[in-house]
């Protein structure tokens, strides 16, 4: 399990964004040597806010960046299916990821499942990732918002526990796995199209994304008044 490339993204302006300006940081390159991973500073945990890796730019704060949304995973395995199904080439970072990995099951990983990646940086899993509009007019394909919720493999969102370098190449080793079965996918589909499977996203108690866990919470306490009426 290692690192294939860290992905920065330097702002660009398009037509289909919601975020000031137009602005996105969604075309993400891989960079040759250290980047630097730090926790971003402290947002409220409804928001997003800023990258994790130094020199990223997240344009959008309202649904990007910020303490449990500080460092996007997508798996190359995901990738090359893609472009098998696409029929053209995706290179790494094209889907606004800032770490393209190999050999690691990003979708199956549990949530608070703790990484680390290379000798000092330690992130944990909270959440997968939500399509939007950016991303869809990024793709430019025709009812991608559909088929990348469809499919369920929407890699992972996660915080920085230890903060320090890493570069393409570093070795991944899953250091933490908690005591739980509340995968990546399985939040995913909760939070999408399969809202019954929402109470049990609460099994990953606080190492889940707070927004994540108000969904369940509301979905469980809606359930509780219509029982009760």
């Known amino acids: 399990m290692r690192l294939l490339t860290v992905?920065?993204?330097?702002?660009?302006?398009v037509d289909y964004t919601q975020a000031e300006g137009g602005v996105?940081?969604?075309?993400?390159?891989?960079?040759?040597?250290?980047?630097?991973?730090s926790a971003?500073?402290?947002?409220?945990?409804?928001?997003?806010?800023?990258?994790?890796?130094?020199?990223?730019?997240?344009?959008?704060?309202?649904?990007?960046?910020?303490t449990h949304q500080a460092?996007?995973?997508?798996?190359?395995?995901?990738?090359?299916?893609?472009?098998?199904?696409?029929?053209?080439?995706?290179?790494?970072?094209?889907?606004?990821?800032n770490l393209t990995t190999v050999g690691l099951d990003v979708d199956g990983a549990l949530i608070g499942e703790r990484w680390r990646i290379g000798d000092q940086v330690v992130l944990e899993v909270s959440s997968g990732r939500?399509?939007?509009?950016?991303?869809?007019?990024?793709?430019?394909?025709?009812?991608?918002?559909?088929?990348?919720?469809?499919?369920?493999?929407?890699?992972?969102?996660?915080?920085?526990i230890e903060p320090g370098e890493i570069r393409a190449g570093d070795p991944v080793e899953i250091v933490h796995r908690p005591d739980h079965e509340v995968t990546v996918t399985l939040g995913f589909r909760a939070v999408t199209t399969e809202r019954d499977l929402l109470p049990e996203l609460l099994a990953a108690g606080e190492a889940l994304h707070p927004v994540w866990r108000e969904k369940a919470r509301q979905y469980l306490e809606k359930g509780a008044k219509s029982t009760k009426a």
């Not at 940081?25 to 040597?33: E, L, M, T």
């Not at 996007?72 to 990821?97: K, V």
């Open 71 to 97: 460092v996007y995973a997508y798996a190359r395995e995901q990738l090359d299916r893609w472009e098998e199904e696409l029929g053209h080439p995706l290179g790494n970072g094209t889907f606004g990821e």
């Open 130 to 160: 939500i399509p939007c509009r950016t991303f869809a007019g990024w793709l430019g394909e025709r009812g991608w918002m559909r088929r990348f919720t469809q499919r369920a493999a929407s890699g992972a969102y996660l915080r920085v």
């Open 40 to 66: 971003p500073p402290p947002t409220t945990p409804e928001a997003g806010g800023e990258s994790g890796l130094a020199g990223d730019t997240i344009a959008d704060h309202r649904f990007h960046g910020g």
């Open 7 to 13: 992905n920065v993204g330097k702002p660009i302006t």
């Open 24 to 37: 996105t940081g969604i075309d993400k390159r891989p960079v040759d040597g250290p980047v630097w991973v």
